[in-house]
């Protein structure tokens, strides 16, 4: 129903593709759009949902953090997270016809990039929130839900994803000090993600950037498997299980070879350790 009243709006002459466009860019700029009566109803509605997104950052890098509900930003991601899934690479052949606003913005290598510009914004928000909520669970696990699915591998949209400049921005999640489960979950997408990579050499090199830092954590832990009653060494050997473990549950036939190339002689140390 919402495609086919975007295609009599478009008929009518009601909206445009630039217009929602437009309508789309400025809400995360905070400016108010030329003709915001000219943007797709269901594009508003993301549009407005955006622009709380960025009054939700600027809020937060302010310093107003205490005076912002954590409910209202788990929301907010559920929201981006359904809207993405719906509208984001939409497969225009499931539609009969697609309504020409989403044929101009979000179909894949559509005319006016709606679909790249968005992720784009997603993926940094993902990061982001990983970065500023890492204490605020409710927060987190909504923000590594959507990153999971961005990053299933079933997700058609992953081979476009891959490809954005902000995608190295969820590798960096990695680095973050965060509850064990969610470790896991950001080490199981990242090695998802992984096997969207056509080129063999460029999945292997995505793979061992990801798991080298986690071998040479693990070989110095053996090597001061004597001080393993010290609780220091203990929370370090739980993180790195934590990381191996998210890295199993990530992989899949087209992955697991090289993943299990790098890490054998670790995996045969486990009992020792």
């Known amino acids: 129903e919402i495609n086919e009243l975007s295609s009599q709006l478009s008929q009518e002459l009601k909206i445009d593709s630039q217009s929602s466009l437009e309508t ?23 549009a407005n949902v955006l622009r709380l997104c960025e009054m939700e950052n600027r809020a937060i890098e302010s310093g107003f953090g205490s ?39 979000f179909i894949v290598n559509a005319p006016l990039q709606g679909s790249n510009w968005t992720m784009n914004f997603v993926i940094n928000k993902v990061a982001w929130n990983m970065h500023k909520y890492h204490h605020d669970v409710d927060v987190v696990e909504e923000s590594i839900r959507l990153f999971l699915d961005i990053v299933n591998v079933r997700n058609q949209k992953l081979p476009h994803i891959i490809e954005l400049e902000s995608f190295q921005n969820l590798i960096h999640m990695r680095d973050l000090q965060l509850d064990s ?15 969207a990579f056509q080129n063999v050499e460029q999945r292997q090199e995505c793979l061992r950037h990801l798991l080298e830092p986690i071998g040479v954590r693990f070989d110095v832990i053996f090597g001061d498997r004597q001080l393993v009653h010290d609780t220091a060494l203990r929370e370090k050997i739980l ?31 486990l009992p020792e350790i």
């Open 67 to 105: 005076t912002w509900s954590p409910l209202l930003s788990s929301t907010i991601m559920w929201f981006i997270g359904m809207f993405t899934n719906s509208y984001i690479y939409v497969d225009g052949t499931y539609y009969s016809p697609l309504a020409p606003i989403y044929t101009d913005l």
């Open 181 to 195: 489960k969610v470790k896991r979950n950001v080490y199981k997408g990242l090695i998802m993600a992984t096997a």
């Open 239 to 269: 993180v790195v299980l934590d990381e191996m473990t998210g890295v199993a549950q990530g992989i899949n036939g087209s992955t697991f070879p090289y993943v299990y190339s790098l890490m054998r002689e670790r995996f045969r140390l």
């Open 24 to 46: 789309l860019t400025k809400s995360v700029q905070l400016q108010p759009p030329q003709e915001p009566s000219k943007c797709d109803p269901a594009v508003r509605v993301f």
